[in-house]
């Protein structure tokens, strides 16, 4: 396993994502499945993967986490139905979670999980990724320009604005895991 993996992983599991290495595993992108909201992982999965389907795992609020698997389909609907049941009103803490919990937010949490394991800009965000836009895509998270930062703010996730201090806002979290 390539070292970066290995700190991804560490990274994973330090905060409390289900994580297991699996030989062949394969999902909706290579190298990692989603399997009951634990991510399977095949020893050669590149570290930018990982992250980005952990980035997923990790915004979905964690009562609904375990609904996850494969494209996470059949997962969100789920989610989405038991929500309604429920009859929150639409500024609940719960709503906004689940609001927020698309792919523009995971790919800000991958890349600010990346950032905190310390690994290089092009580990975390690839070129040929997200159709090609990869560098694209890696220069608005540099400039904190990113759509999926503000979900990750309105999901609680982080803060964002030139009024907070540096060290507490995007691309640190105020909390890694959706606990919504």
Known sequence: MAPDLINVLNFLRTIGLDVAIKEGAEGFIEGVRIENGCLLVDPACSASSLLHEAGHISCIP???RHY????LATGMQRMLNDLQ??????DD???RAVIQC???EATAWAWAA?????????????DHEYGGEGASIRMML???QYLGINGLAQAGMC??????????????LTTWLQSA
């Open 142 to 144: 540099q400039a904190n």
């Open 62 to 64: 964690g009562r609904f």
């Open 102 to 104: 698309g792919d523009p």
């Open 159 to 172: 803060k964002r604005g030139n009024r907070i201090k540096p060290d507490l806002r995007y691309p640190n």
């Open 93 to 95: 803490p719960l709503e």
């Open 85 to 90: 049941l429920m009859c929150l009103e639409p």
């Open 114 to 126: 990346g950032v905190a394991i310390g690994l290089n800009p092009d580990q975390i965000i690839q």
């Open 68 to 71: 996850m698997s494969d494209d």
